[in-house]
């Protein structure tokens, strides 16, 4: 069985908990609704409910809530190519020196055993 409500890894309490949203501030829910004839509080409720559900039920520690994809919407997949030859890997190249520093990564000229930018040993293939 499954849950709508949403849920989130607590860090605090180490699992999975559903979440609340924070408490609601009664204090100035009554001055609103005192000082507003009620409309203020009407906003704020409505500012209140619109926030997310972020907060562990247990421990009440904020959450980072990660979106899960729905199992019922429609997510396409990433094509793999299809190959009509199949691939010969084993091939291998002998003869040539590298164009790149293994260590730094510059470029290299020709005939040269050491890299100028880093100094290190250009080695052979």
Do not use: W
């Given at each position: 069985?499954?849950?709508?409500?949403?849920?989130?890894?607590?860090?605090?309490?180490?699992?999975e908990v559903l979440l609340k949203r924070e408490e609601i501030?009664?204090?100035?829910?009554?001055?609103?609704?005192?000082?507003?004839?009620?409309?203020g509080l009407l906003i704020y409720l409505a500012i209140y409910?619109?926030?997310?559900?972020?907060?562990?039920?247990?421990?009440?520690?904020?959450?980072?809530?990660?979106?899960?994809?729905?199992?019922?919407?429609?997510?396409?997949?990433?094509?793999?190519?299809?190959?009509?030859?199949?691939?010969?890997?084993?091939?291998?190249?002998?003869?040539?020196?590298?164009?790149?520093?293994?260590?730094?990564?510059?470029?290299?000229?020709?005939?040269?055993?050491?890299?100028?930018?880093?100094?290190?040993?250009?080695?052979?293939?």
């Amino acid at each position: 069985m499954t849950t709508t409500n949403p849920t989130g890894y607590c860090s605090r309490c180490n699992q999975e908990v559903l979440l609340k949203r924070e408490e609601i501030d009664t204090c100035l829910a009554i001055v609103l609704l005192i000082f507003t004839a009620g409309i203020g509080l009407l906003i704020y409720l409505a500012i209140y409910y619109s926030k997310p559900e972020d907060r562990c039920v247990h421990c009440g520690t904020k959450i980072t809530v990660f979106q899960t994809p729905s199992p019922y919407t429609y997510q396409p997949q990433p094509q793999q190519p299809s190959y009509s030859a199949p691939l010969n890997i084993s091939e291998e190249i002998t003869g040539s020196r590298p164009n790149f520093c293994s260590l730094c990564g510059e470029k290299l000229d020709s005939g040269i055993s050491y890299c100028p930018n880093c100094g290190s040993k250009i080695s052979e293939n």
